[in-house]
T-cell receptor, first 110, second 115 residues
Framework: RKEVEQDPGPFNVPEGATVAFNCTYSNSASQSFFWYRQDCRKEPKLLMSVYSSGNEDGRFTAQLNRASQYISLLIRDSKLSDSATYLC???????????FGSGTRLSIRP | NAGVTQTPKFQVLKTGQSMTLQCAQD?????MYWYRQDPGMGLRLIYYSASEGTTDKGEVPNGYNVSRLNKREFSLRLESAAPSQTSVYFC??????????????FGEGSRLTVL
């Protein structure tokens, strides 16, 4: 079993829709959590950190559930430019313990 | 405003050949990393350098060596390339990781094919 698991998708949704991704992690010692975005054939870039209280950045909302060991990302009013792969990242507190999920591919159609 | 620069961007090797991937960052970061990304596998850590003068193995170090030449530069060497090393390689850097921070800044990637 992978330490960080994501539904690979693809999620294919119309523009303006709301879409949610989940990510589960297996190690309860995990300390911090992130969502990265990766465009096709490009490098990953930080989208947002995920805090226990939940956090929002414009159309994006991230949630953390430590008891159930999952992280979620909600995208409201999706845009064509949101089409990308979204990577869930878990940090167990050291450089060697940053674990990337394999990503969820999102495609927004007009 | 270069950030993290990797060279080369593309390379084709024959089995058994050697090569070095170069990485440099201009953000004065202490920590640097080499990852590989394969379809369906996510990014996997090959080696990292928490600070100048130190290097450590990551999840998949076999077949690779690294050198932290100075604070700016971190190179990855394949001594005898194998087809299993066909992948996209990303270099990244960060400030020392702290709780609830830890943004990694990635280079644009190096696409390596081993025939």
């Amino acid at each position: 079993r992978k330490e960080v698991e994501q539904d690979p998708g693809p999620f294919n949704v119309p523009e303006g829709a709301t879409v949610a991704f989940n990510c589960t992690y297996s190690n309860s010692a995990s300390q911090s959590f992130f969502w990265y975005r990766q465009d096709c054939r490009k490098e990953p870039k930080l989208l947002m950190s995920v805090y226990s209280s939940g956090n929002e950045d414009g159309r994006f909302t991230a949630q953390l559930n430590r008891a159930s060991q999952y992280i979620s990302l909600l995208i409201r009013d999706s845009k064509l430019s949101d089409s990308a792969t979204y990577l869930c990242v878990v940090n167990r507190g050291s450089a060697s313990k940053i674990i990337f999920g394999s990503g969820t591919r999102l495609s927004i159609r007009p | 405003n270069a950030g993290v620069t990797q060279t080369p961007k593309f390379q084709v090797l024959k089995t058994g050949q050697s090569m070095t991937l170069q990485c440099a960052q201009d953000m004065n970061h202490n920590s640097m990393y080499w990852y590989r990304q394969d379809p369906g596998m996510g990014l996997r850590l090959i080696y990292y350098s928490a600070s100048e003068g130190t290097t450590d193995k990551g999840e998949v170090p076999n077949g690779y060596n690294v050198s932290r030449l100075n604070k700016r530069e971190f190179s990855l060497r394949l001594e005898s390339a194998a087809p299993s090393q066909t992948s996209v390689y990303f270099c990244a850097s960060s400030d020392p990781l702290q709780r609830n921070t830890g943004e990694l800044f990635f280079g644009e990637g190096s696409r390596l094919t081993v025939l």
